[in-house]
């Protein structure tokens, strides 16, 4: 088998790229780019036996593919008779409907749970029977299953028992819960329990958290864990609680008492798509996931695409520790989101958009299923919405897991039945994004924006903020705070105000000692910067950032190195392992840590440490692929800078000034954790 482009000595390959040229010179401008565009990216291996056949055999592309969809589609025979040339292959490929092509990237999900469901794992004779149903080669149904933390490859024990591990619960004494859970279970056989850490479950705001056989429970203890664990043993059925909870009215939403989708019900008559632009760019509306791009030039570039096919996503699968914000907003906002991707949609052109939301958010997924078949039935969604001659169908894509689902184009990936790897940039999602077609990826909190500022007025937009900032901000408080949850506040106020007004101080009657802005990312800032202003341009100024709003507060019994070890460990587990830089800088500067908080370093082997670091940090923002790689440096980078001398006190004398680093539980090492698998 060879590569094609690597065997044009074989006249039949050869005389077939030059056919291909020769068709793409009389085609149509349009079609002319998009077809080189597949043409270019054909990373299928074209088999030798072609001479004898005339036929062309597909197979999934190289994993070091470029920013190409998979050219053998599950809905395609493994051969494809009647076609001689790859250009008629790329053409059909091209004209595949673009919302059957979306919807075939979840089939093979929902296969894999459907198996999973049935039998508790993916026997390999399921898979098998998955690959000759769906004519999808095994190796790629197996490199998918392989890669997500929620699939299980071998029969799980009776009660899989996984303790949330990240920031929030770190500091809430997960680490003592999992040790007093492996006492209970000491003597318990690995085939009814196991007990691992896993990375966050979404549950900041009432940690410690842990799931059950992906049930997930909060605020527990040991005993009721256990209690738990004992009866998934004995056979009993595991259920999460969802206490019922009143929808908690917000000052965001402009129809409180009122009838909703009034936006979209006004636009669909109106069609003023261009105005919508121009209001988004007056109130100077930014990306609200973390990097501020401003919305109005996101969506005026899909909709300047020459391409009719476009597609809008919303990226609700907020993964990073400390981040409980989208919940919040989906669970007592979901017409705000809705209306928002509507309008988005009616804006760009799009046709059809995908609500992307992590798997651990089974009340949240109800919650928006059931309105957006509310907006089917009220007209609001579908063919000829309202009458009108306009079309547009929304799904909810569950996630199948991973830290990593939440970088953009790692997320389509997904959504197209592919790994979570992040796609080399450019082109960006809005040139060549789903299915290669033009896309539009907003977070909830930017798209529940939109039908307030096209709603009240962009004077009432900016009014809501503070210190000349505009707009309203939801933030989750989470960590050593009395009252931990998610606050919707005037963007601009100062942390302070977030920590001691809303959050109500720091619990205990214990000192602030330390704060992350926006969980690991965004590193720790000390308590003297604590009247820092929470918005873009403040933060970035501190040195940090205001990123998805996650604030996580440590008292003055915490361990800074212990904590940026803790976030370290975080970006390492959750790596994809796509790129050099990424896969192993963590994991060395996760060693070096660990290193640290065990002391007896002498003072060269730290110096030299500390240059490496240095190189190692700098190595990793600059070369990543994505964004994961570029800021695993951050938390440790900002220990240095504001603690250093706890860290020398570590490393030099081994002292831990707070009495964590050199106990017997740290002393235990790492537990063995669950998370993507490279």
Same mark, same amino acid.
């Given at each position: 088998m060879?590569?094609l482009?690597s065997?044009?000595a074989?006249?039949?390959t050869?005389s077939a790229?030059?056919?291909?040229?020769k068709?793409?010179?009389?085609?149509?401008?349009?079609?002319?780019?998009?077809?080189?565009?597949?043409?270019?990216?054909?990373a299928?291996i074209?088999?030798a036996?072609?001479?004898?056949t005339?036929?062309v055999v597909?197979?999934?592309?190289?994993r070091?593919?470029?920013?190409?969809?998979?050219l053998?589609?599950?809905?395609?025979?493994?051969? +494809?008779?009647g076609?001689?040339?790859?250009?008629?292959?790329a053409?059909l490929?091209?004209?595949l409907?673009?919302?059957?092509?979306?919807?075939?990237?979840?089939?093979?999900?929902?296969?894999?749970?459907?198996i999973?469901l049935?039998?508790?794992?993916?026997p390999?004779?399921?898979l098998?029977?998955?690959?000759?149903?769906?004519?999808?080669?095994?190796?790629?149904?197996?490199s998918?299953?392989?890669?997500?933390?929620h699939?299980h490859l071998?029969?799980?024990?009776?009660?899989?028992?996984?303790?949330?591990?990240?920031?929030?619960?770190?500091?809430n004494?997960?680490?003592?819960l999992?040790?007093?859970?492996e006492?209970?279970?000491?003597n318990?056989r690995p085939?009814?329990?196991?007990?691992?850490?896993?990375?966050?479950?979404?549950r900041?705001?009432?940690?410690?958290?842990?799931?059950?056989?992906?049930?997930?429970f909060?605020d527990?203890?040991a005993?009721?864990a256990?209690?738990?664990?004992?009866?998934?043993?004995?056979g009993?059925e595991?259920?999460e609680?969802?206490?019922?909870?009143?929808?908690?009215?917000?000052?965001?939403?402009?129809?409180?008492?009122?009838?909703?989708y009034v936006?979209?019900?006004?636009?669909i008559q109106?069609?003023?798509?261009?105005?919508?632009l121009?209001?988004?760019?007056a109130?100077e509306?930014?990306?609200m996931g973390?990097?501020?791009?401003p919305?109005?030039?996101?969506?005026?570039?899909?909709?300047?695409?020459?391409?009719p096919?476009?597609?809008?996503?919303?990226?609700?699968?907020?993964?990073e520790?400390?981040?409980?914000?989208d919940r919040?907003i989906?669970?007592?906002?979901?017409?705000?989101?809705?209306?928002?991707?509507?309008?988005?949609g009616?804006?760009?052109g799009?046709?059809r958009?995908?609500l992307?939301?992590?798997?651990e958010y089974?009340l949240?997924?109800?919650?928006?299923?059931e309105?957006?078949r509310?907006?089917y039935?009220a007209?609001?969604?579908?063919?000829?919405i309202? #009458?009108s001659?306009l079309?547009?169908?929304?799904?909810?894509?569950?996630?199948p897991?991973?830290?990593? +689902?939440?970088?953009e184009?790692?997320?389509?990936?997904?959504?197209?039945?592919?790994?979570?790897e992040?796609?080399?940039?450019?082109?960006?999602?809005?040139?060549?994004?789903?299915?290669q077609?033009?896309?539009?990826?907003?977070?909830?909190?930017t798209?529940?924006n939109?039908?307030?500022?096209l709603?009240?007025g962009?004077d009432?937009?900016v009014?809501?903020?503070?210190?000349?900032?505009? #707009?309203?901000?939801?933030v989750?408080?989470? #960590?050593h705070?009395t009252?931990?949850?998610i606050?919707?506040?005037?963007?601009?106020v100062p942390m302070?105000?977030?920590i001691?007004?809303?959050?109500?101080?720091?619990?205990g009657?214990?000192?602030?000692?330390?704060f992350?802005?926006?969980?690991?990312?965004?590193?720790?800032?000390?308590?003297?910067?604590i009247?820092?202003?929470?918005?873009?341009?403040?933060l970035?100024?501190?040195?940090?950032?205001?990123?998805?709003?996650a604030?996580v507060?440590c008292?003055?019994?915490?361990?800074?190195?212990?904590?940026?070890l803790?976030?370290v460990r975080?970006?390492?587990n959750?790596s994809c392992?796509?790129?050099?830089?990424?896969?192993?800088?963590s994991q060395?500067?996760?060693?070096?840590l660990?290193?640290w908080?065990q002391?007896?370093?002498?003072?060269?082997?730290?110096r030299?440490?500390l240059?490496?670091?240095?190189?190692?940090s700098?190595a990793m923002?600059?070369?990543?692929?994505?964004?994961?790689?570029q800021i695993?440096p951050?938390?440790?980078?900002?220990?240095?800078k504001?603690?250093?001398?706890?860290?020398?006190a570590h490393?030099?004398k081994?002292? +831990?000034?707070?009495?964590?680093c050199f106990t017997?539980?740290?002393?235990a090492?790492?537990a063995?954790r669950?998370?993507i698998?490279?």
């Amino acid at each position: 088998m060879y590569l094609l482009g690597s065997v044009c000595a074989e006249s039949k390959t050869g005389s077939a790229i030059n056919e291909t040229q020769k068709a793409i010179g009389s085609t149509q401008e349009l079609e002319v780019s998009r077809i080189r565009f597949v043409v270019s990216l054909l990373a299928y291996i074209v088999c030798a036996a072609m001479k004898s056949t005339g036929h062309v055999v597909f197979f999934a592309p190289r994993r070091e593919k470029p920013n190409a969809s998979y050219l053998h589609l599950p809905s395609l025979p493994v051969v +494809c008779k009647g076609f001689s040339t790859p250009l008629r292959a790329a053409r059909l490929l091209i004209r595949l409907p673009g919302a059957f092509r979306a919807r075939r990237g979840a089939v093979i999900f929902d296969d894999l749970r459907a198996i999973q469901l049935r039998h508790g794992f993916l026997p390999k004779a399921e898979l098998e029977g998955l690959s000759q149903r769906t004519q999808t080669p095994l190796y790629q149904i197996h490199s998918v299953a392989s890669f997500y933390p929620h699939f299980h490859l071998a029969p799980p024990p009776k009660a899989e028992i996984r303790v949330c591990a990240d920031m929030s619960c770190h500091l809430n004494g997960a680490c003592e819960l999992r040790a007093d859970l492996e006492r209970c279970f000491a003597n318990s056989r690995p085939e009814d329990v196991q007990i691992r850490d896993v990375s966050c479950l979404g549950r900041c705001d009432h940690a410690p958290a842990i799931s059950i056989n992906d049930h997930i429970f909060t605020d527990v203890t040991a005993a009721h864990a256990e209690e738990i664990a004992r009866s998934a043993i004995r056979g009993e059925e595991v259920q999460e609680p969802h206490p019922e909870q009143a929808r908690i009215a917000c000052k965001a939403d402009p129809y409180i008492d009122g009838e909703k989708y009034v936006v979209a019900r006004k636009l669909i008559q109106s069609k003023a798509w261009d105005d919508v632009l121009a209001q988004l760019k007056a109130a100077e509306l930014k990306g609200m996931g973390g990097a501020g791009f401003p919305t109005n030039v996101k969506w005026d570039l899909v909709r300047k695409q020459p391409d009719p096919v476009r597609y809008i996503v919303c990226n609700a699968d907020e993964s990073e520790p400390g981040t409980i914000k989208d919940r919040f907003i989906m669970t007592n906002l979901p017409h705000l989101l809705i209306e928002g991707m509507i309008i988005a949609g009616l804006v760009t052109g799009a046709k059809r958009g995908i609500l992307y939301i992590r798997h651990e958010y089974h009340l949240q997924e109800e919650i928006l299923g059931e309105e957006i078949r509310r907006c089917y039935r009220a007209g609001l969604l579908g063919k000829k919405i309202l #009458g009108s001659d306009l079309d547009y169908d929304l799904e909810v894509f569950v996630s199948p897991g991973g830290y990593i +689902c939440g970088e953009e184009s790692a997320l389509i990936e997904a959504i197209e039945g592919h790994r979570a790897e992040p796609r080399n940039k450019p082109p960006f999602p809005g040139q060549i994004g789903l299915w290669q077609k033009p896309t539009v990826i907003n977070n909830v909190e930017t798209f529940i924006n939109v039908p307030q500022i096209l709603a009240r007025g962009i004077d009432w937009f900016v009014a809501q903020g503070a210190g000349g900032t505009r #707009g309203l901000k939801f933030v989750g408080v989470s #960590g050593h705070v009395t009252r931990p949850g998610i606050f919707e506040v005037p963007m601009g106020v100062p942390m302070r105000e977030v920590i001691f007004d809303h959050a109500g101080g720091i619990r205990g009657g214990r000192q602030l000692k330390a704060f992350a802005p926006s969980g690991p990312s965004s590193g720790y800032l000390p308590a003297p910067m604590i009247d820092v202003r929470l918005d873009f341009k403040a933060l970035a100024e501190a040195g940090s950032m205001l990123g998805s709003g996650a604030v996580v507060v440590c008292d003055d019994t915490t361990c800074m190195l212990d904590m940026a070890l803790n976030a370290v460990r975080f970006y390492r587990n959750e790596s994809c392992g796509k790129c050099v830089p990424c896969r192993v800088g963590s994991q060395k500067m996760a060693d070096m840590l660990a290193r640290w908080t065990q002391g007896g370093v002498a003072e060269s082997q730290y110096r030299a440490d500390l240059a490496l670091l240095d190189e190692l940090s700098q190595a990793m923002s600059l070369t990543s692929i994505c964004g994961l790689g570029q800021i695993a440096p951050a938390p440790i980078q900002s220990v240095l800078k504001h603690f250093r001398a706890e860290v020398d006190a570590h490393v030099l004398k081994s002292q +831990c000034p707070s009495g964590i680093c050199f106990t017997a539980a740290s002393r235990a090492g790492e537990a063995q954790r669950v998370g993507i698998r490279p």
